[in-house]
């Protein structure tokens, strides 16, 4: 692992845009009134598609998976949707930056509790992040993300379900 972090990288590579994928889990969940907490496990990729000032600062778009596993086996529930959002680099090193990102979006979940109903809802979240180059081309990355899922009243319950997430993954530059 010391010998991939222990690289030659021109400080031009991160100011090129990347793809990413990222796993996560909550650290802490919504507790649900079925008396279990809502602790999906999430998958997220992110592709940049418009970026401004030499690249720090760019939209992006983040198909998103969840799944998640109440006590009752025959119960597995899923939600699926896609982000759009708004990602701004900051305290750029040559091997390494943070990152604040803003994202919204339709999503879709299985689940049906008595704070929210199954079905069409919104996805909206915050998060920061750092990034870390491995090599020239690819490298890993860690975040904290707060989630808020609801369907803007569209259908009750809407009391919304939320998340803080703790994310890993990698991320690859595009040329």
Not at 1 to 28: D, H, N, W
Not at 31 to 59: A, H, I, M, V
Not at 141 to 152: C, G, P, V
């Amino acid at each position: 692992m010391v010998a991939f972090c222990i690289s030659t990288l021109s400080a031009q590579q991160l100011e090129k845009q990347f793809a990413e994928i990222s796993i996560g889990y909550p650290i802490l969940q919504e507790q649900l009134p079925e008396n279990y907490k809502y602790n999906p496990l999430f998958l997220t990729t992110r592709f940049p598609f418009f970026s401004k000032n030499k690249r720090n600062f760019f939209f992006y778009i983040e198909p998103q998976l969840a799944l998640t596993f109440p006590p009752n086996s025959q119960k597995k529930a899923f939600e699926f949707g896609t982000n759009l959002g708004i990602q701004y680099y900051f305290w750029t090193t040559t091997k390494s930056r943070w990152n604040i990102a803003l994202g919204l979006g339709p999503h879709y979940i299985s689940l049906e509790t008595a704070m929210q109903h199954k079905g069409f809802l919104f996805s909206d979240n915050i998060e920061l992040g750092y990034y870390r180059l491995l090599g020239t081309k690819l490298g890993m990355q860690l975040k904290t993300r707060f989630r808020h899922l609801s369907n803007a009243n569209l259908q009750k319950p809407n009391l919304g379900l939320d998340n803080l997430f703790i994310m890993g993954g990698i991320f690859w530059i595009m040329d």
